[in-house]
């Protein structure tokens, strides 16, 4: 077997099994139940996993497109690329999708905007469009509201009113629910019949509705406009380099600052004894050190990185001492970490700093609006 077809034999294999987690993950979505035994618990079948397929296939559809969307544009820039590679990730305890996403390797050099511009927006903006087709047949299809008493039969005590109890004794986060963001709100409120749009933390049972949501919620991310994820790419292109150097950290310090506020209050050090207070000292400070590797690659300098972490955490207890009530998003957290330490705040720079012409323009902005649309700043709720 020559190396070219080692090469498809890898990627096809990588495709299928990544086809393989997903149907599995989705199928435990459907039903609230895993695959996998465990003492008193009724495991999912042959019959489940079938079913699974109506959450992968149309979330895979939506990834593959996505990733060929940038594939076919490098190939008509003449920018050696390879096929996309999915990351299958399934460990049978739930909350999972069955994988990490997919990426292809360019394996050129780039030597102008226009061409990451290119290479950049078409993979999301490919996606989004059938991203859109998926949410817009999820919430015209919707079974009736009662579908949800075969996943919850417990909940038939309560009839349609069961949101209003279900969720009272549940342990924390024993339920999760999917956050709004313009789009889905829209979907929701001016699309679906209201009576079939079940409870938020219900949603998640209903496959091509959390299909098409985290098609949203992964746009949005990569949409980002920082660093070497696509919205990075666009806004480099849209802006120039000079530009792009100052406003892409000015971005991730807005993005990490969000993300971190209000988990750490100066009313929670007010704890009363010693040993509660050097543990959430503790913790306190793991956050700042984690902090501090997201901004890492933001200077050269280490004390300039040390300074922007510090400014950042003073700013944050300030305004959770002033408004306790405004908190960002933790989950985001994460995503700060590997932005700012791995994949990076600022862009390759370029030979040829052409700008843009007038319909490029136009496409990174409406790349940029469909990040705003997408962009949902709770995306995932705990019970």
Not at 336 to 350: K, M, N, S
């Amino acid at each position: 077997m020559n190396q070219r077809n080692k090469t498809y034999l890898l990627h096809g294999g990588l495709f299928l099994i990544t086809l393989v987690t997903t149907t599995l993950a989705g199928a435990e979505w459907m039903y609230g139940r895993l695959f996998i035994p465990f003492e008193g618990t009724q495991p999912l079948g042959w019959k489940e996993f079938l079913d699974g397929f109506q959450f992968s296939v149309p979330f895979l559809a939506i990834l593959t497109v996505h990733e060929f969307g940038h594939y076919f544009t490098a190939k008509a820039n003449r920018v050696r690329v390879t096929l996309p590679y999915y990351i299958p990730l399934w460990l049978g305890l739930g909350q999972s999708i069955g994988t990490l996403g997919a990426f292809i390797r360019i394996k050129d050099y780039i030597n102008s905007r226009q061409k990451y511009f290119d290479i950049g927006i078409a993979g999301p903006l490919a996606g989004f469009v059938l991203a859109l087709i998926v949410l817009w047949y999820a919430f015209t299809h919707l079974p009736p509201p009662e579908f949800i008493f075969t996943i919850h039969p417990e909940y038939q005590k309560w009839g349609l009113d069961y949101g209003k109890y279900a969720y009272q004794n549940i342990p924390e986060g024993g339920a999760m629910g999917l956050g709004d963001n313009l789009l889905f709100y829209f979907f929701k409120t001016y699309v679906a019949d209201p009576a079939r749009v079940p409870h938020p933390y219900e949603m998640v049972h209903y496959p091509y509705v959390m299909a098409g949501y985290l098609a949203l919620f992964f746009t949005s991310l990569n949409l980002i406009p920082i660093g070497q994820l696509d919205g990075g790419h666009i806004l480099y292109a849209l802006i120039g380099r000079r530009r792009f150097r100052w406003v892409a950290p000015t971005l991730f310090i807005a993005f990490a600052f969000y993300a971190g506020l209000g988990q750490f209050k100066p009313t929670d050090f007010a704890v009363p004894s010693d040993e509660a207070f050097f543990s959430e000292l503790g913790t306190f400070g793991l956050y700042v050190v984690v902090l501090f590797l997201a901004f890492s690659r933001i200077s050269e300098n280490r004390t300039t990185s040390l300074l922007v972490t510090l400014s950042v955490v003073t700013a944050q207890l300030v305004i959770s001492w002033i408004r306790p009530d405004w908190t960002g998003y933790s989950g985001f957290m994460i995503f700060v970490l590997v932005l700012g330490r791995f994949l990076g705040i600022y862009h390759p720079e370029t030979e040829l700093e052409e700008p843009l012409d007038l319909k490029r323009q136009v496409l990174g902005w409406v790349a940029l609006l469909v990040f705003v649309l997408c962009f949902s700043p709770r995306p995932f709720l705990f019970a």
